[in-house]
C-alpha cells in the first residue's frame, strides 16, 4: 500500500552554552537622553505610581464606549504601565489605542499577543501560517523578514511589544494547548527560528516576548484551566526545554513570558513557575544571564492560582510585568501592602519600574504618540509587501516528509483516478479547485465523518489526495477511515 504524508516539521539536534548579554534594544538606547527622560518620568511617580506602571491589563475592545471607561480607569485611576486588548477590530483597535495614549501620564505599552500576526487578534489584516507550518522552513532568513513585517504592522497599530515566538518545544504529541503554536518538536530549530523571528520584531522596533519559560512543549494540561506539571528531568530540561531560551538570551533579545508551570526538577515547592524564585530569579535571571523584561503569563488564569496574592508573589520570584491580573485595584493594593510591611522592598520596585520607563524609551514611547487612526490604515496594514512575505512563507514551508516507494510525482496523471478527499472542510474549497486544474479529479469532504459509501467511493481512486485542515477528533478519526485507501497522500 503506498502512502505519502506531506507536513511542515523537521528536525535536529544541538547543545547550547552559557551567556550574560545586555538585550540590544536597551543597549542601542543607552545615553543621556534616555537617563534624562527615565529619571525625570520616574522622580514624577509616588509609590503606587511605580506599581502601576508594572501592571498589563486586559481590555476587551469590542464595545468601544465600554472599553473607553475601563481604559480610563485603568490609565487615569490606577495608573497602568500598558495595555493589551483581546480580539477586536482595526477601528476598535486604533480608535483605542488613541484615547488610551491621550489620557496617559506616562506613555502607554501596548501589548499584543499574536503569535501568527496581528491577524491572531484582528480580523482583517494578513494570516500568516502558524509555527508548526514554519517548522519545515530552512531559510531563516524568511523568519527575520516575517518578523520585520509584523513589527511593520505592529508599528502601524502603535503596539510596541508581541508577546512571540512560542519557544517550546513540541515534545508531546497530546499537548491540549501548544500543539501547532510550536515550531516543532526539535530544540535546535525552535531555537533558530524563533531566534531570527525576534530579531526581524526587535530590529522593526517592536520587543518580543519568548514564551512560556521554562517550557510548556511535554504536558497534556492547559495551563488555562489548572496548573501542568513538567516532569523532565533537570538533564532533559536543560537539553531540550531550556535551550531555545538560553540561546534567545544569548543573542540579547528582551523579553521572557514565565508560564504557569509545575516543575519539579527545577522547583520542588509546587508553585508555578511564574511564582518561583528558583525559576525566575536563581535560573533565569542568575544562571542564565537574562537582563531583559520577565513578563508573567496572565494572572487571571486558572494555572496561577496560589495561597496567596499571586501579583505579590510574582513579584517576590523575581517577575517585573503582572500581566492581566485578576483585579487591578486591589492587585495593586496588595503590593503596596506587601512593600509597606517589607515583604518587597521599595527598591525592587523602583528598579522594576524604571527598567518599564527604559523600554518604553527604548520602544521609541518617550516621543509622543502618533495618531493611528486613519482612512488608510487598513490598505497599509494588508499591502503588497506583507502579501509577498505571506507567500514566500508558505511557498518555503512546504515539505515532503515521507514518500513511500516514490508515489510522488505521480507517473501518468491521465490514466489515473484521483479522489480530493477534505477533512475539516466542503469538498469544493479552492485547494480542491487548484488540484483540478492538473487533473480530472472527484471531491469529497466532510467536518465529521464519511459514509460507508463515501468510503467506498473513495476507495476505488488510484491515488487519494487526504488534505487535513485542523487537528479535532473529528478529523482524525476521518484520516483513519481512509486506512485502507491505496495511493493515500496526506497533505496537512
Known amino acids: 500500500m503506498k502512502r505519502v504524508l506531506i507536513i511542515m516539521s523537521l528536525l535536529v539536534a544541538t547543545a547550547f552554552h552559557v551567556g550574560a548579554v545586555q538585550p540590544k534594544l536597551l543597549s542601542h538606547s543607552k545615553g543621556g537622553d534616555r ?17 502601576g506602571q508594572l501592571v498589563v491589563p486586559v481590555v476587551d475592545p469590542t464595545h468601544i464606549a465600554t472599553a473607553k471607561q475601563v481604559i480610563y480607569r485603568y490609565v487615569k485611576t490606577e495608573g497602568v504601565g500598558g495595555l493589551l486588548f483581546s480580539k477586536g477590530s482595526i477601528d476598535q483597535y486604533a480608535t483605542l489605542i488613541d484615547y488610551a495614549q491621550s ?7 501596548i501589548t499584543l499577543d499574536g503569535e501568527w500576526g496581528l491577524s491572531m487578534r484582528i480580523p482583517g489584516t494578513t494570516r500568516f501560517p502558524y509555527n508548526m507550518g514554519l517548522g519545515a522552513i530552512a531559510d531563516e532568513n524568511l523568519l527575520y523578514d516575517y518578523g520585520r513585517e509584523v513589527a511593520r504592522q505592529c508599528k502601524l497599530m502603535g ?19 501548544i500543539g501547532y503554536r510550536s515550531f516543532g518538536e526539535d530544540a535546535d530549530r525552535v531555537a533558530r527560528l ?47 526545554d531550556l535551550m531555545p531560551f538560553r540561546r534567545y538570551i544569548d543573542d540579547g533579545l528582551s523579553g521572557v ?64 510585568v503582572l500581566l492581566s491580573p485578576s483585579s487591578v485595584k486591589g492587585d495593586i493594593a496588595a503590593v503596596l501592602a506587601a512593600v509597606k510591611s517589607g515583604k518587597i522592598s521599595e527598591s525592587s520596585i523602583n528598579q522594576r519600574c524604571r527598567k518599564m520607563l527604559e523600554y518604553k524609551y527604548a520602544l521609541g514611547l518617550s ?10 490604515l487598513k490598505g497599509k496594514l494588508n499591502s503588497p509587501e506583507a ?55 472527484d471531491a469529497y469532504g466532510t467536518t465529521t465523518a464519511f459514509t460507508a459509501a463515501q468510503i467506498a467511493s473513495i476507495e476505488k481512486h488510484d491515488i487519494v489526495i487526504a488534505a487535513v485542515y485542523n487537528d479535532k477528533s473529528a478529523s482524525v478519526n476521518a484520516l483513519k477511515q481512509l486506512k485502507g485507501c491505496s495511493g493515500l497522500v496526506t497533505v496537512f
Not at 537617563?35 to 506599581?51: H, I
Not at 516621543?367 to 488608510?376: E, N, P
Not at 491521465?414 to 474549497?429: C, D, L, T, W, Y
Request: aromatic fraction near 4%; glycine fraction near 8%.
Open 35 to 51: 537617563d534624562a527622560w527615565v529619571d525625570s518620568v520616574f522622580s514624577s511617580l509616588t509609590m503606587e505610581q511605580r506599581v
Open 103 to 109: 489620557i496617559a501620564k506616562v506613555p502607554l505599552m
Open 159 to 177: 503596539i510596541t511589544v508581541n508577546f512571540a515566538p512560542v519557544l517550546d518545544v513540541n515534545s508531546n504529541p497530546d499537548n491540549p494547548v
Open 194 to 240: 524563533g531566534i531570527a523571528y525576534s530579531r526581524g520584531l526587535e530590529d522593526g522596533g517592536v520587543m518580543s516576548v519568548s514564551k512560556h519559560f521554562p517550557g510548556h512543549g511535554d504536558t497534556s494540561v492547559d495551563s488555562h484551566k489548572s496548573m501542568p506539571t513538567i516532569d523532565h528531568s533537570a538533564e532533559v530540561m536543560r537539553d531540550v
Open 257 to 320: 513570558m514565565v508560564g504557569h508551570l509545575n516543575v519539579p526538577s527545577l522547583d520542588s515547592t509546587g508553585v508555578p513557575a511564574s511564582m518561583s524564585h528558583r525559576i525566575i530569579t536563581d535560573l533565569l535571571k542568575n544562571d542564565m544571564g537574562f537582563r531583559g523584561m520577565v513578563f508573567t503569563d496572565a494572572l487571571a488564569m486558572k494555572g496561577a492560582i496560589v495561597g496567596e496574592n499571586n501579583c505579590v508573589a510574582a513579584l517576590m520570584a523575581g517577575a517585573d
Open 367 to 376: 516621543v509622543g504618540h502618533k495618531a493611528v487612526s486613519s482612512a488608510s
Open 387 to 441: 502579501d509577498a512575505v505571506n507567500r514566500k512563507l508558505v511557498s518555503a514551508m512546504i515539505a515532503c516528509v515521507r514518500n513511500d516507494d516514490d508515489l510522488l510525482p505521480v507517473r501518468d496523471i491521465e490514466r489515473k483516478s484521483i479522489a480530493v478527499v477534505n477533512i475539516g472542510e466542503g469538498k469544493g474549497n479552492t485547494f480542491a479547485q487548484y488540484c483540478g486544474k492538473y487533473a480530472d479529479v
